[in-house]
């Protein structure tokens, strides 16, 4: 559609968009079993992802992801679904642009392969391929954006954002999942800290850069204050767990309610954050109270 990009708008108005917050939790809710491959559900059981997607625009996001986060060619062949890695793309992206209509973007999710770099088991090209054909395949179905998401390799980062700004002429987001040290700082499985994070985003060629998952918003404050001191200007979008999850009785509880993340956005959004949705735990309620702080 002709309207203007994610970035031109964060531009133009100054204002802090919000996006969405979890999916696969919803999913499971809806029937997903252990074992089964959620991206399938796009071309099996597209209504279910719709209504999602449709969930989290009627709660006030800006911005939706798609049912895509595992669909490399890398993830979907552990369900023997590699060859159909272009088809469930563009099914995802379309289920998430039905329900975005005209009054969301959609930022199709990119996830990590889980091939390292390091260890030898997967070449830069074909890290390069695979994103190719997925960023492709978003852009056919009416995708907006890529968020490129989890990462923790700069190397496997830097790919995905080549593939889609090369092929595409979608934005790219890139966010990283950063732990806390014992230290106190913050860095991803392969010791990447927020700022070179950032920085390697950006040199190469991100539109977007930030977190996700990992942490609640009060840590996030933190990673964004460290990503902001790289770069002034470049947007900075944060998909904020829940809290820290517990473990009760095997199952895995986001203690923060709606409210708890709508009294701390702001201050997300005060520390540089121009996006701010949810990750892990987070429901369209979350999403809500936090679109009604901000505003």
């Known amino acids: ?64 992801e798609s049912d895509s986060f595992g669909g490399s060619c890398f993830k979907l062949k552990h369900y023997g679904l590699a060859d159909r890695a272009a088809e469930i793309n563009e099914a995802a992206a379309r289920a998430s642009k039905k329900a975005a209509g005209d009054n969301a973007w959609v930022i199709a999710s990119l996830g990590p392969t889980g091939e390292m770099l390091v260890t030898e088991d997967v070449t830069e090209e074909e890290l390069y391929e695979a994103f190719k054909v997925q960023a492709v395949a978003f852009e056919k179905g009416g995708a907006d954006a890529v ?82 001191a790289v770069d002034k200007d470049i947007p900075i979008l944060v998909h904020a767990n829940a809290g820290l999850p517990q473990n009760i ?27 701010i949705g949810g990750c892990c735990g987070t429901t369209p309620a979350h999403i809500n109270a936090m679109k009604k702080a901000l505003q």
């Not at 990009?5 to 919803?26: H, P, Q, R, Y």
């Open 1 to 64: 559609m002709a309207r203007q990009t994610i970035t031109e708008t964060l531009k133009a108005t100054g204002k802090t968009l919000v996006s969405d917050g979890a999916w696969g939790t919803f999913l499971q809710k809806k029937g997903l079993k252990p074992g089964e491959c959620p991206e399938l559900w796009c071309v099996d059981k597209p209504d279910e992802v719709y209504d999602v997607a449709k969930s989290y625009v009627d709660a006030g996001a800006d911005m939706i």
């Open 147 to 228: 968020c490129i998401e989890t990462m923790s390799d700069i190397g496997e980062a830097v790919e995905a954002i080549k593939a889609v700004k090369e092929n595409t002429k979608l934005e790219a987001i890139c966010t990283f999942a950063f732990d806390r040290t014992a230290q106190g700082g913050y860095k991803t499985m392969m010791g990447v800290d927020p700022a070179s994070a950032a920085k390697a985003a950006i040199e190469a060629g991100a539109d977007v850069v930030g977190a996700n998952c990992g942490n609640g918003i009060e840590r996030m404050i933190e990673i964004v204050t460290e990503m902001r």
């Open 249 to 275: 009785n095997g199952t895995d509880f986001f203690p923060e309610t709606p409210e708890d993340m709508a009294k701390l956005a702001p201050k997300l959004a005060a520390a540089g954050a121009n996006i």
